[in-house]
């Protein structure tokens, strides 16, 4: 058989695409790419590339054989776009990623195969096939499926002065909590994944530097599992950054476990300054009431926090903008990002907006959780649309960026705390320039012959 080549693509929406307004600094290496590039067996010799459009350009020249994309909702037309354009040119198209997961039917539209859920197995399998000429349309997850004992991830096909760092590495693939507006247990299932703890620390043995990051949606989901990720952790002093739910304050052995483990920043979804919203949402663990107390529980660890809103759940009206901003500098929550609650395809949130007919827009690239697709309940659309771009405004300007400055108890991270701050003020001073005609547009990549 001959050599293959594989070219993957992480096409990206406006605002994260690397001529949007995401700085650098902001960017940590992806790992579903690499994850997959170390899947394909080295006994084939195949040649692969890597191209990350937050990153860089995806070349519209492409030599090779097979193009494997990855997709999410808010990038689907561009993925779709990519694909048509590529298979006109003779490539065989494989898409991947939440998206097609959720919608597969759509997605074969638009590639030649589509592998859903997890990849590990049906990608290859996918590839096998291809190389026997008998590619199938749609490979879904296969029983059994996890990500124990796998090859390292091909972190050297990417462009490391692209990121602030390549040092990305899974734990923890899963989350079994209910969110109505998640995707991921939609597309992948509720089953918590997790790999070999040796094999963690393996990988992360192997990696240069101090910084490590885990983009595991919820790192503390098995909890005996992660006391013993944390202590393994300790004797290699390491300074970790990675996601865990609020829930995190009410486990104070596993929180002293894991400052000690070398945690230095964690993002937390804390979704909404009204406890209302949290039980629409299903997040009734997080207890608005008790924020101002884990930040003081995670800076008094030396922990900074991104903490996670979402605007317009059926419990807000035009007062949460203002309300979350004040709690923001209150709580001292050390990086604020914002969003839309938005009805990703398949969801329950989805569902009851579309019986309802709130559903208005229908466009993916809007799909990007800072576009309003929905009519909510207690103001236009136009309304939060508005808010949106007043908490990002407000939260990131000079003065609440210096009364959210703890640092008392986070001052060895000062330095660290401030960039990411600045670069975050660049994002929200350009966010309302990013509208639904700059979002929507696609015309950098031809459409083939014969398409409208």
């Known amino acids: 058989m001959r050599k293959m080549k594989i070219a993957f693509l992480a ?30 067996p080295p006994e084939w010799g195949a040649r692969l590339t890597i191209y990350d459009e937050t990153a860089g350009p995806i070349p519209l020249d492409l030599d090779d054989d097979i193009i494997a994309m990855t997709c999410i909702t808010g990038t689907a037309e561009r993925c779709y776009r990519y694909a048509d354009y590529y298979r006109s040119q003779g490539k065989t198209v494989i898409i991947g990623g939440p998206h097609p997961s959720l919608l597969p039917q759509e997605a074969t539209e638009h590639a030649d195969a589509v592998v859903a859920g997890l990849g590990e197995g049906s990608f290859v399998a996918a590839l096998e096939d291809w190389r026997r000429g008998e590619l199938k349309p749609l490979y ?8 124990a004992g796998r090859r390292m991830p091909r972190r050297d096909l990417l462009n490391k002065r692209a990121y602030v760092t390549l040092n990305t590495v899974e734990a923890v693939r899963g989350c079994n909590l209910q969110c109505t507006f998640c995707a991921y247990p939609q597309a992948f299932g509720t089953k918590i994944h997790t790999r070999p703890v040796a094999e963690v620390i393996a990988e992360i043995r192997t990696l240069p530097g101090k910084i490590v990051i885990f983009p595991d949606v919820n790192l503390i989901a098995d909890k005996t599992y992660a006391a013993e990720l944390f202590t393994a952790m300790i004797p290699l002093k390491k300074w970790w950054f990675g996601l865990t739910t609020s829930a995190i304050g009410r486990e104070p052995e596993l929180l002293a476990l894991l400052a000690k483990s070398g945690c230095k920043g964690l993002l937390i979804g804390f979704e909404s300054v009204s406890q209302a919203s949290q039980t629409s949402m299903h997040k009734g663990f997080n207890r608005v009431n008790d924020y101002k107390d884990l930040m003081t529980q995670l800076h008094d660890h030396g922990i900074m926090v991104m903490g996670c809103f979402a605007f317009g759940a059926d419990g807000d009206d035009k007062t949460v903008f203002e309300q979350t901003v004040r709690l923001i500098d209150e709580a001292k929550i050390d990086l604020p990002r914002f969003a839309v609650l938005t009805p990703f395809p398949s969801t329950p949130l989805y569902r009851d907006l579309d019986q309802a007919d709130r559903i208005i827009k229908h466009a993916w690239p809007l799909f990007d959780v800072e576009h309003v697709v929905f009519q909510p309940k207690n103001m236009t659309p136009d309304e939060l649309t ?3 771009t007043l908490a990002w405004h407000k939260s990131y300007s000079l003065g609440s960026i210096l009364r959210r400055m703890d640092l008392r108890r986070i001052k060895h991270m000062a330095v660290v705390y401030i960039a990411l701050n600045l670069a975050y003020r660049i994002y929200a001073r350009h966010h309302a320039a990013f509208d639904e005609a700059v979002m929507a547009d696609n015309s950098d990549i031809p459409v083939p012959a014969g398409q409208s």
């Open 11 to 40: 096409p990206a929406g406006a605002m994260h695409r690397f001529s949007g307004k995401f700085h650098r600094v902001l960017h940590y290496a992806p790992m579903t790419l690499p994850v997959l590039a170390g899947m394909v």
């Open 140 to 147: 879904r997850q296969k029983p059994g499926a996890g990500v």
């Open 386 to 388: 508005a808010g949106l």
